[in-house]
């Protein structure tokens, strides 16, 4: 079946790296552009970035510019966002999301703290 | 990069009544909104896509409406498991930016 499986998250110090993955499945992955979002605990959704099906393009949100990097692997079915400087702000489950955002995976969780 | 402010925060309903939920947007994003719901521990699922349309396998008890600065979503009957959180998401303009969200409780 259609499905996106997260893995990669932890607890880091700030300042450090982290990189997330996202496995895909059951669909044509280099078909569709994909997402990153991130949810705060208690908090809303967070846009977090996107990437072309094919990536040639992406985009950031204004929190994350010049310190996160979407990419992917098609001949893996992977996405990937690698974290860098994170701060505590960045606390939070993330999840990877198909283009249209009508498929989620269930998320995986990253905390900073010392 | 747009703002959407949900309204209400909180909206209590018993089973049965009908829900309306409201999503305003800074500027205008066409019909290019979506919603959708969240249940705790679980990621969101998509009801309503470019504003009205339903997406694959949601009940047509939702309904999405509006356009320019102005949506809504409406469920007609609510039942037992409708109740969630609801989040509006403009995919108008880069950043795609979701809403606050409205928390639908039980009365």
Redesign the interface.
Request: aromatic share 32%; net charge negative; charged share 15%.
């Given at each position: 079946q259609v499905q996106l499986v997260e893995s990669g998250g932890g607890v880091v110090q700030p300042g450090r790296s982290l990189r997330l993955s996202c496995a895909a499945s059951g669909f044509t992955f280099s078909s569709y552009g994909m997402?990153w979002?991130r949810q705060a605990p208690g908090k809303?959704?967070?846009?977090v970035a996107?990437i072309w099906y094919d990536g040639s393009n992406n985009?950031?949100?204004?929190s994350v510019k010049g310190r996160f990097t979407i990419s992917r692997d098609n001949s893996k079915n992977t996405l990937y966002l690698q974290m860098t400087s994170l701060r505590a702000e960045d606390t939070a489950v993330y999840?990877c999301a198909r283009w249209?955002?009508?498929i989620?995976?269930?998320?995986t969780m990253v905390t900073v703290s010392s | 990069e747009i703002v959407l402010t949900q309204s209400p925060a909180t909206l209590s309903l018993s089973p049965g009544e009908r829900a309306t939920l409201s999503c305003r947007a800074s500027q205008s994003v066409s019909s290019y909104l979506a919603w959708y719901q969240q249940k705790p521990g679980q990621a969101p699922r998509l009801l309503i896509n470019d504003a009205s349309n339903r997406a694959t396998g949601i009940p047509a008890r939702f309904s999405g409406s509006g356009s320019g600065t102005d949506f809504t979503l409406t469920i007609s009957s609510l039942e037992p498991e409708d109740f969630a959180v609801y989040y509006c998401q403009q995919r108008s303009n880069w950043p795609n930016t979701f809403g606050q969200g409205t928390k639908l409780e039980i009365k």
């Open positions: 997402h979002v809303g959704l967070e846009w996107v985009y950031y949100a204004d999840y249209a955002f009508d989620w995976g269930q998320g | -």
